[in-house]
């Protein structure tokens, strides 16, 4: 068998076949996957079902596994469903039941259908995920995903000027504040503290550009917030046009793995009467984007 990648979209996203993720990779296909990354920055397999361990094991391929802490209001280690080096996007609860409508896991976790970048919120932020399909929910749950370097590419040039060196703040306070999450305990605010990112980065491969926008993005330095809101909400807009944008349909072992430093991506509705359990593992980045505020 060897890896083949066929484009899905005119600008980005690849399905790959050839590969059995369940297994050790080669030297070769770890880096036929790095490669495809680079150019695609989302990458499809189909029919892969894999264990928790399968997940994380392929995962550190590509590097280190990132601590989820500081991603989700903290919770005790015997309310959690699934490991603690992984992520739980699901709408389950540890006995496996939908959450309630009113439980702030489930409230918090609906911030994952605002356009996003995975942990622009933490200094040294992501630069894989992985999102493996246990159960599909019936109905709805796509997650799409918006070209973050072509989106930057279209630009005009007054605009990229501008832009360069701006820095943003992100928190998640900033994104589940938008949607009127209640409030945040003082263990949360610490947890929560804005970190610093560059607007502009710029593919440490590739050297292509993108912009780096995330719904947890606030504030520009040097900028009235509300002006610094306006301002991101129209790139938001610009980058997430449906050009710009994949919308991948899930099928039940499905494993989608993205490049978090050139890409968005969101979850849409789904029925939440209905278990819907996707599962994530994340490769940690090795640099910031800009240095922190002392
Ligand atoms: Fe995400």
Not at 45 to 62: G, I, K, N, Y
Not at 109 to 122: I, Q, R, T
Not at 198 to 215: A, N
Request: proline share 5%; charged share 25%; net charge neutral.
């Amino acid at each position: 068998m060897s890896i083949v990648i066929r484009p899905l979209h005119p600008l980005f996203v690849g399905e790959v076949t050839g590969v059995d993720l369940s297994r050790p990779l080669s030297g070769e296909e770890v880096a036929a996957i790095e490669a495809g990354m680079d150019r695609h920055a989302v990458l499809l397999f189909r029919d892969q079902p894999l264990t928790d361990e399968q997940q994380m094991a392929f995962s550190r391929h590509f590097g280190e596994l990132e601590n989820p802490h500081g991603g989700n209001i903290p919770r005790k280690d015997d309310d959690r469903r699934i490991r603690a080096e992984m992520n739980d996007v699901s709408n389950l609860d540890k006995e496996g039941r939908p959450l309630d409508r009113e439980s702030r896991q489930r409230l918090f976790n609906l911030g994952n259908m605002l356009w996003h970048s995975d942990s622009s919120f933490k200094a040294v932020p992501a630069k894989y995920s992985m999102l493996s399909a246990r159960i599909v929910n019936p109905l709805g749950g796509n997650t799409e995903f918006a070209d973050m370097r072509a989106a930057y590419d279209e630009l005009d040039a007054a605009t990229k000027v501008q832009i360069e060196d701006w820095v943003c703040e992100h928190s998640l306070m900033v994104s589940r504040g938008s949607l009127g999450f209640p409030d945040f305990t003082a263990e949360e605010r610490a947890l929560f503290k804005p970190v610093r990112q560059r607007l502009v980065r710029v593919h440490p491969v590739t050297g292509r550009k993108s912009l780096y926008l995330s719904s947890h993005a606030g504030t520009i330095l040097g900028m009235p917030t509300p002006e610094a809101r306006i301002v991101l909400r129209d790139l938001t807009e610009h980058a997430t046009q449906p050009r710009f944008v994949h919308v991948h349909h899930w099928r039940l072992h499905d494993l989608i793995m993205w490049d978090n430093r050139q890409t968005m991506h969101r979850a849409r509705r789904y029925d939440e009467a209905q278990p819907r359990d996707v599962r994530r593992t994340t490769v940690a980045g090795d640099a910031m984007t800009v240095a922190q505020a002392a």
